[in-house]
């Protein structure tokens, strides 16, 4: 039967003996069928689509029993690339945290395999930084994606058996629920250690602007790689420019964001690349916690870099003692404005200075 063949060419059989050697998981991972997700998306229809990427395409859809989902249909592919859909379904169906994007499961008995995920309706951090000017985006809102994100990297690294290192962080990876609470997805090329042991890796994978650049000299991808890109998404919510702006003036487009923060850090003038509305909202002392911590993540030395569970403590201690009245702190020293020295006194909380 056609249905069968699709399935075992999918990668079908591997991932039941994948899924069986784990019974928690087989319960939680579904195999759908083709007609189901056929007429959940009205026969995959042009305006049910949520967005392309470079796997392939994402629909929303309906379920048989109610709920909404995000159905990712893959590109043609030949056999050799099926893995990196299998690998994505494997490695989801380990994870269960409220900050990465749920798996339901897949369809494998179609020409192109599918996956089914959770539908989070409020679209990407990249459109909400980059593409909505309207929107009121507060500082709180921007520490606590950034600390939800920083929780659930944490996570994958160090707090499930296995470490899942995701390899491709960026804003467009981030989605946002009804209550803006931070999803990470995209696994497609994430490595569980136990499947790559030595993660040294032939091609050189990632989003330009996002990328390590020792990973892209060395080809070995550490978690560090992961931080490092995580850096790049802290530098986005600080200055609202995009990672590898090809508009712009020559200096933006010349230097990637990364390169350019971190020349502006070294100079103490960090005011000058910062988004204004992040200016406006006089939280001083805590955007430049968040930019030093941003400098260690971008640091071009891995090791030299925090692991993301510091990270997470960093970020978790800043949005704690965001309570302008207990923190003051000598802004004139990375470029603020005189006009603002109000606000300016001397520290007498700096628990998140040094991240414990
Ligand atoms: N679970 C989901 N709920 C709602 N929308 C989603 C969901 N997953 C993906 N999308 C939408 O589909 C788009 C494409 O997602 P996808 O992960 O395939 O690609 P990408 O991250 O944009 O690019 P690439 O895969 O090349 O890195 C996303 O930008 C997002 O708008």
């Not at 059989?13 to 784990?22: C, E, G, R, W, Y």
């Not at 309706?121 to 980059?130: E, K």
Request: negative net charge; contains cysteine; hydrophobic residues 40%.
């Amino acid at each position: 039967m056609i249905k069968e063949k699709f399935f075992k060419r999918n990668g079908g059989l591997i991932l039941q003996q994948q899924l069986s050697a784990d019974d928690i998981v087989i319960n939680k991972t579904r195999i759908f069928t083709a007609k189901e997700l056929d007429k959940g998306t009205d026969h995959f229809n042009e305006n049910r689509v949520l967005g392309r990427g470079g796997q392939g395409t994402v629909y929303k859809g309906m379920l048989a029993d109610g709920n909404l989902a995000a159905i990712k249909k893959s590109k043609k592919v030949d056999e050799s690339q099926l893995g990196q859909f299998i690998n994505e379904v494997v490695i989801l169906s380990q994870v269960n945290h409220r900050n990465v994007v749920k798996l339901l499961g897949c369809c494998l008995e179609t020409e192109v395999p599918m996956l089914v995920y959770e539908f989070i309706p409020n679209g990407t951090l990249d459109r909400l930084i980059h593409n909505d000017e309207e929107f009121p985006f507060t500082w709180s809102l921007r520490l606590k994606i950034a600390a939800e994100v920083a929780g659930a990297l944490a996570y994958l690294h160090s707090a499930i058996t296995i470490p899942i290192y995701h390899r491709d962080i960026k804003s467009s990876n981030i989605l946002l629920d009804e209550k803006y609470i931070a999803k990470v997805s995209d696994f497609g090329i994430s490595k569980s250690i136990s499947i790559d042991k030595t993660h040294l890796t032939t091609q050189v994978r990632g989003t330009f602007g996002y990328l390590d650049p020792e990973y892209f000299q060395s080809s070995q991808f550490t978690e560090k790689s992961d931080v490092y890109s995580f850096g790049v998404v802290l530098v986005e919510l600080l200055t609202r420019k995009k990672p590898a702006s090809l508009s712009g003036s020559f200096e933006d487009s010349h230097l990637g964001l990364a390169k350019r923060f971190l020349v502006m850090m070294d100079e103490n003038r960090l005011a000058s690349i910062l988004d204004p509305q992040v200016l406006d909202q006089r939280i001083e002392e805590e955007v430049i916690a968040i930019a030093e911590l941003a400098q260690r993540c971008l640091n071009l030395n891995g090791k030299e870099r925090p692991t993301m569970k510091e990270v997470a403590i960093v970020l978790e201690n800043i949005k704690l003692s965001a309570n302008p009245a207990n923190i003051q702190v000598n802004f004139e020293t990375q470029g603020f404005e005189k006009g603002e020295s109000e606000s300016v006194i001397s520290i007498t909380n700096p628990s998140w200075t040094t991240g414990r």
